[in-house]
Each structure stands twice: as structure tokens, then as C-alpha cells.
């Protein structure tokens, strides 16, 4: 592979001195759950997200499912989620019994179209959750508008916006809960699972820290059926390290996007495009053309690994047959899994790898 989509062990081998010790600390300190590493990530990440209180959790799904549970999300609820989406979203409203109702996206932005939500709202819905998909924030002030008029909670599916600012403030605490993953691929992203809650609430920040452990706040003493979702120290050293580089990380992704955006504009793909309230983190640089299949095999030929985020629409997937959803029932989604393809972004590639993907699009759109 010439340019791969993402090199995870070039960001390990960038910071290997100062990830090393920090796990070597963690293994002499003889502390394994939670304790104070995890203390201070969640501390070091509140802060960063311009937010009260950080939970550190076992991964991303996890902090969406308890995020739901603290807010009391069950059968018989509904949740809105966005059509085009990862189906973590979905399958978290599932798991606490609730239903998910998906809602379209702004066909620019592909994210949540606020505009579509309230024709979605029913009696049941007990929370609003939208995705910064792509890196890119989701229009947050007329959903938690629309949310505070219907008394609706808001919960964010933050998971591939570490950093990202909405009205120049940090994606962290616009919502009532803001969910994180740590997945390796993420642009915060550790050596193996992890996951956190960020919210401005005390009483929900207590919810979850007691879902996540059993349930319990004194050992053996269970006040609620809770679960065992807690953020490794091992892991927590590492994000530690890494938050510290994150800013220079996005910097590079935003150059990154940059050179795509300005190299391909006349190349005839559809690209992203950000509307000026937003400060996106670029965890994707998705692009769109009708053609995104023979463009992706013109780019594996040539060595360029690409992604398709995401295939297939939640509504058509198998896990979800029984809701009884068409293609057509929603379009936009249908649309975007045909022709959505992901270019090679990382904080790692290098400027001439940007420049082969170019001069590779520009080729593959003239064949
Ligand atoms: C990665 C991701 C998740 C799930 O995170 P995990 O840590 O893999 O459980 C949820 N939602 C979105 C949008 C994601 O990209």
C-alpha cells in the first residue's frame, strides 16, 4: 500500500518514548481499575471539553447506552437519531429498549437536518441525539432549542469530534450528555478500547459513574442494576499522553483537508462542505460522486487505501429488519451510502502522500 487510509502504528511509534513510560507507570503504580490515572484523564478531558464533569468508560457504545440509562431512556420511548450515521447510534437506543426514529440530513453538511426533526417528534420522544459525523458539528443551537420548548433531553454521539468547536465553543457540554469513544481509529484514540461521558450536569455525571461500576458507589453495596464499563488506567495513561499532542494532531488534519478541498475542486467530486459556524476536526475528508465505486478500485490499483463510512444504511441493515423500514423511506441516506468514499487522513501522512492521492483522483476522474 502506497498511501494506507490510516497508519495507527506510525502514531504509536511518533510518541513511543512518552507512551512507554507512561504505561510503565501505570504497571509499577499496582493500581489496574479505575484509581487516580483514570481521575486524571477524566479531569484533563472535562477541562479540554470546556465541561464540568468527564466519566471514563469502557468504550463509545457504552457512554451512548448510559448516557440513555441516566436519563432514564426505556421501552416504550423514542429516540431521534440521524439517518446517516454509524449504527453504535442506533443500536444504543435499542440496547436501554427504546426506539430509534431516524431523521434525514442536510444533504450539504451530512449531518442531522434540525429542520426535519420536529416532524419527527411524538409524545415519546425522550431524547434528541445527534452525531458530529465526520469530525463536523452538527447545527446545535436549533436542536437544543426545539429540545428545551418540547422539554426533550439532548444527548451527542461526539465520537468523531474530539476538539471540533461549534460557535467557536468546544463540542463537550452543549447537550445535557456528550458521548465519547477512544476507539484506536478515533482522532483521541488509544491502544485499545476506551470511552467517556462529558457533561455540565452533576446529577447525570453521578448516574454514570455509578452505572459504570456495577451500579455501586461503596464496594458491595448496589444501588441500581449497573454494569461493568470502566476505563482502563492502562488506557487512560495513553489518552493522557496523546490529548497533550491532540491540538497539533487536528492541525495537521485541517491542513490535510485544506490541500484536498483546494487540489480537487475543480476535479468534479462532491466535496465537503463547512458551514462557517463550524470548526470541524476532520476525523473523515468524505467525499461524494456518483461514480464512488470505479473511483475507489482506480484508487486501490494504485496503492491508495480508501473508506466507505458507511455502506450501508442502518435502516437497511439486517439488525434492524424488524422496524420494516424501505430504501425510500429514507433517500438521503440510501444516496449517501452509494456514493460516500473517505480519503486517506491522518495526523501521520505525509504532504507528498497527499499530493499521490491528488494527481490519482485527477487521473481516475479522467479515465
Ligand atoms: C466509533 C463510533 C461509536 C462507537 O464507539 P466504540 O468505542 O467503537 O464503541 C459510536 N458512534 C460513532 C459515530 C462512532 O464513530
Known amino acids: 500500500m502506497k498511501v494506507p487510509f490510516l497508519d495507527l502504528g506510525a502514531s504509536y511509534r511518533e510518541l513511543k518514548s512518552e507512551i512507554d513510560t507512561a504505561i510503565s507507570r501505570v504497571?509499577?503504580?499496582?493500581?489496574?481499575?479505575?484509581?487516580?490515572?483514570?481521575?486524571?484523564?477524566?479531569?484533563?478531558?472535562?477541562?479540554?471539553?470546556?465541561?464540568?464533569?468527564?466519566?471514563?468508560?469502557?468504550?463509545?457504545?457504552?457512554?451512548?447506552?448510559?448516557?440513555?440509562?441516566?436519563?432514564?431512556v426505556?421501552?416504550?420511548?423514542?429516540?431521534?437519531?440521524?439517518?446517516?450515521?454509524?449504527?453504535?447510534?442506533?443500536?444504543?437506543?435499542?440496547?436501554?429498549?427504546?426506539?430509534?426514529?431516524?431523521?434525514?440530513?442536510?444533504?450539504?453538511?451530512?449531518?442531522?437536518?434540525?429542520?426535519?426533526?420536529?416532524?419527527?417528534?411524538?409524545?415519546?420522544?425522550?431524547?434528541?441525539?445527534?452525531v458530529h459525523l465526520y469530525g463536523q458539528p452538527a447545527d446545535m443551537d436549533p436542536i437544543l432549542k426545539l429540545a428545551r420548548k418540547q422539554n426533550i433531553a439532548v444527548v451527542e454521539d461526539a465520537a468523531q469530534a474530539h476538539g471540533a468547536l461549534y460557535k467557536n465553543k468546544r463540542i463537550g457540554g452543549h447537550g445535557d450528555i456528550v458521548c465519547w469513544s477512544f476507539y484506536p481509529g478515533k482522532n483521541l484514540g488509544a491502544l485499545g478500547d476506551g470511552g467517556a461521558i462529558t457533561t455540565n450536569r452533576a446529577d447525570l455525571a453521578d448516574k454514570v459513574q455509578v452505572l459504570r461500576n456495577y451500579g455501586s458507589r461503596v464496594k458491595y453495596v448496589n444501588e441500581v442494576?449497573?454494569?461493568?464499563?470502566?476505563?482502563?488506567?492502562?488506557?487512560?495513561?495513553?489518552?493522557?499522553?496523546?490529548?497533550?499532542?491532540?491540538?497539533?494532531?487536528?492541525?495537521?488534519?485541517?491542513?490535510?483537508?485544506?490541500?484536498?478541498?483546494?487540489?480537487?475542486?475543480?476535479?468534479g467530486l462532491i466535496l465537503p462542505r463547512v458551514p462557517d459556524w463550524a470548526d470541524p476536526v476532520w476525523h473523515l475528508y468524505v467525499v461524494r460522486s456518483p461514480e464512488r465505486d470505479a473511483l475507489q478500485k482506480h484508487l486501490e490499483e494504485a496503492g491508495i487505501?480508501?473508506?466507505?463510512?458507511?455502506?450501508?444504511?442502518?435502516?437497511?441493515?439486517?439488525?434492524?429488519?424488524?422496524?420494516?423500514?424501505?430504501?425510500?423511506?429514507?433517500?438521503?441516506?440510501?444516496?449517501?451510502?452509494?456514493?460516500?468514499?473517505?480519503?486517506?487522513?491522518?495526523?501521520?501522512?505525509?504532504?507528498?502522500?497527499?499530493?499521490?492521492?491528488?494527481?490519482?483522483i485527477t487521473l481516475g476522474a479522467s479515465l
Request: proline letters at 8%; one cysteine or more; glycine letters at 6%.
Open 305 to 360: 487505501g480508501t473508506l466507505i463510512h458507511y455502506p450501508i444504511p442502518a435502516h437497511m441493515q439486517d439488525a434492524y429488519k424488524s422496524l420494516g423500514m424501505a430504501d425510500a423511506d429514507f433517500p438521503l441516506a440510501s444516496q449517501l451510502a452509494d456514493e460516500v468514499l473517505s480519503l486517506p487522513i491522518g495526523p501521520q501522512m505525509l504532504p507528498n502522500d497527499i499530493t499521490i492521492v491528488n494527481n490519482q
Open 74 to 130: 426505556g421501552p416504550g420511548d423514542e429516540v431521534i437519531v440521524p439517518s446517516n450515521t454509524y449504527i453504535a447510534t442506533w443500536l444504543a437506543v435499542s440496547a436501554v429498549g427504546a426506539t430509534p426514529v431516524p431523521v434525514e440530513p442536510d444533504p450539504a453538511t451530512h449531518n442531522i437536518d434540525p429542520d426535519r426533526i420536529s416532524a419527527a417528534i411524538t409524545p415519546r420522544t425522550k431524547v434528541l441525539l445527534p
Open 225 to 267: 442494576q449497573g454494569v461493568n464499563s470502566r476505563l482502563d488506567p492502562i488506557q487512560a495513561a495513553v489518552l493522557r499522553v496523546k490529548l497533550k499532542h491532540l491540538d497539533e494532531w487536528t492541525d495537521r488534519r485541517r491542513m490535510i483537508a485544506g490541500a484536498y478541498s483546494e487540489n480537487l475542486k475543480d476535479s
Open 27 to 72: 504497571l509499577d503504580s499496582g493500581w489496574y481499575i479505575l484509581g487516580p490515572e483514570v481521575e486524571a484523564f477524566e479531569a484533563e478531558w472535562a477541562e479540554y471539553c470546556e465541561s464540568n464533569h468527564a466519566v471514563g468508560l469502557a468504550n463509545g457504545l457504552d457512554a451512548l447506552i448510559l448516557a440513555l440509562r441516566a436519563l432514564a
